[in-house]
């Protein structure tokens, strides 16, 4: 007879350990969870993103820093940065050297009144009103972040866009977007705006400027703006007492407690302005790499009485229509995208990489979609669209705006900040002033977004009894640098994709080759895994820290082994802004160089 008190009981003491190992697995893989959830949002979220400093924006101060401010540009990153520092100096100058912003800025040119020319190619263009603005005539991609930004600086947003007739300027985020062939399905197909999904404005590099200047002049009284254009700094022991401001023929002094160069591209504080002031700033700081970057601009006005003929699916809506990216993989480094902005504007955008010619015609248009490699992917209502611009030409009366892109670079002020530091205790730079990024990534707004609210978290940390003695700059870069390196890196890594590119000094072009390659395998997954194209999308709209993609379930996926863990562990080390200083081809091949310095 079976003895089933023995067999219970031996049974249970081999089961014993295996449940102890289940149970440790759990535990371990819940921490791991755990651990990782907390991770992100409570040190990565807040270090690599603006997210959380987002809400404090615009918050009433109750010891206002009783001081002037004065800032060097009056262009988008010297709007934000005059809204960020009226809610906290008494007082704001402006300096813009074109006195056009100031006497007409507050309104949109009508389009009527557009002067157009025939160039020497024989193609119609137009002048832009800003002649100091590049990109004038260009549709810009204003991710989530952008737009929270600005509804905090300015609640009455909404209002003040209805008064300017850009009452459909804030539309549901979305990319509508393909990457060399690959078309990724947008995670919120509503049109809803009260639906609480994450929002964007849809406006063009004009009308952006246009509701910054507007909404800065309506409700921050404290603000000025001065017609002129700044020469020099005034140095003062360590600080700066003012700046010099050429008007017409004369020079004058505008003085200040604190300055705020944002003069763009010119670089003038790293070039000149603070070496002149008597500030030994070392000659090696700004790193400097050209993919040779030139595109064309095409506008289309549609009126109201053809919107009911345009063929596009989904009808005649604000915001992206279409866009397809040039592909590394492919060797086209070709882009081309379709939006419709504000006024009933169409934007077509063509170029890439030292694209040998630029398009201006409606003939080298279709030559241009039909050369393309990813030529078969092409939607058939995109030649139906032609079709219809081709149709109304005249009507619609399009031109046509080039722009070849400077170099990108990126001046390191963070390496010289510390106590010893030779910068002065009472400046800092915002937007291109510091990093110039390929504007076919669409970040340059968003990086002055990126500046303005760490300045404003600084400058919150700080009491107006003691702001003047702490040393704002080594503040300012000590948090501005993990939000900002990754957007070096990943346009560095996708720009090196091309021959043609002119790398930093010392790197080859193989550089970050992993993170490129990495970054289009995913790309590729998220096609069918919704996981991953959630976890791209977010990235992408800036919505969430780069390091999303970079987690272990999806780099196994990408890569079921153990280089694509090793794939996930150093990249996202590498995004989360560690002192790693390697390169991951280095360790997967064997490379045993010290890990940190």
């Known amino acids: 007879m079976v003895d089933l008190t023995r067999w219970n009981f031996d049974v249970q003491a081999d089961v014993a350990p295996f449940a102890n190992v289940l149970l440790l697995l759990g535990s371990t893989l819940a921490l791991y969870k755990l651990s990782g959830r907390i991770l992100r949002n409570y040190v990565l979220i807040p270090k690599v993103t603006i997210l959380e400093d987002i809400p404090n924006l615009h918050l009433p101060r109750s010891d206002k820093i009783r001081a002037r401010v004065v800032i060097c540009g009056g262009s988008i990153a010297g709007l934000l940065a005059a809204a960020v520092c009226a809610d906290h100096f008494e007082s704001v100058t402006v300096i813009e050297s074109e006195a056009w912003a100031k006497e007409h800025g507050t309104e949109l040119p009508k389009i009527e009144d557009r002067v157009y020319r025939t160039t020497a190619s024989g193609y119609q263009t137009v002048a832009a009103p800003r002649t100091r603005v590049m990109q004038y005539y260009f549709g810009n991609h204003l991710q989530p972040p952008v737009f929270l930004v600005f509804s905090r600086l300015f609640p009455d947003l909404r209002n003040l866009l209805d008064r300017l007739g850009l009452t459909n300027a804030i ?43 507007k909404a800065v002049m309506e409700t921050r009284s404290n603000v000025t703006f001065k017609s002129g254009t700044v020469s020099g700094f005034l140095g003062d022991e360590g600080f700066l007492s003012g700046v010099t401001v050429k008007v017409g023929d004369t020079e004058e002094r505008e003085l200040a407690d604190f300055v705020i160069d944002a003069t763009g591209p010119a670089q003038m504080s790293y070039s000149k302005w603070l070496r002149a002031a008597g500030f030994q700033i070392p000659s090696d700081l700004r790193v400097e790499y050209d993919p040779i970057q030139r595109y064309t601009t095409c506008i289309w006005t549609i009126p109201p009485h053809l919107q009911s003929e345009w063929p596009v699916p989904g009808g005649f809506k604000p915001g992206l229509v279409w866009t397809m990216s040039g592909d590394f993989e492919l060797g086209d480094p070709r882009a081309i995208g379709f939006a419709l902005k504000e006024r009933n504007q169409l934007f077509v955008n063509l170029g890439g990489a030292a694209v040998p010619s630029l398009v201006h015609s409606m003939a080298e248009l279709r030559s241009y979609t039909q050369s393309l490699r990813v030529a078969n992917s092409v939607p058939d209502w995109i030649w139906q669209l032609y079709d219809f611009l081709e149709d109304y030409e005249e009507e619609l009366k399009p031109f046509w705006v080039d722009a070849r892109v400077p170099p990108m670079n990126w001046v390191q002020w963070h390496k ?54 702490s040393h704002l700059p080594t503040m300012f870069f000590k948090r501005q640098l993990p939000r900002i390196r990754s957007l070096w890196e990943i346009s ?8 043609t590119t002119i790398p930093v000094a010392g790197e080859a072009l193989t550089h970050h080759a992993w993170l490129r390659k990495y970054v289009r ?49 150093i990249g996202w080390t590498f995004n989360a802004g560690s002192t790693v200083n390697f390169g991951l081809d280095d360790v997967l091949n064997g490379d045993r160089r010290e890990l940190y310095k």
Do not use: Q
């Not at 395998?521 to 999303?548: E, F, K, N, Q």
């Open 521 to 569: 395998s995913c790309i590729r997954i998220a096609r069918d895994d919704p996981a991953v194209r959630s976890a791209w999308w977010y990235g992408l709209m800036l919505l969430a820290p780069g390091t999303d993609l970079f987690s272990p379930a999806i780099a196994v996926k990408k890569d079921r082994s153990w280089k694509g863990i090793c794939t996930a562990a």
């Open 416 to 469: 010289i900040t510390g106590k010893n530091t030779v910068l002065p205790r009472n400046w800092l730079p915002v937007g291109d002033t510091t990093m110039i990024l390929n504007p076919i990534y669409g970040h340059g707004v968003f990086k002055a977004c990126v500046d303005v609210t760490t300045l404003d978290s600084v400058l919150r940390s700080t009491s107006s009894a003691s702001w003047k003695g």
């Open 171 to 213: 539309i549901v985020a979305k990319m509508k977007m393909g990457y060399g062939g690959i078309y990724l399905k947008d995670p919120h197909l509503t049109d809803d705006i009260t639906s609480g999904v994450p929002l964007m404005l849809n406006l063009t590099r004009e009308g952006t400027e246009v509701v910054l200047r």
């Open 492 to 499: 560095r890594a996708n720009d090196y994709g091309w021959p």
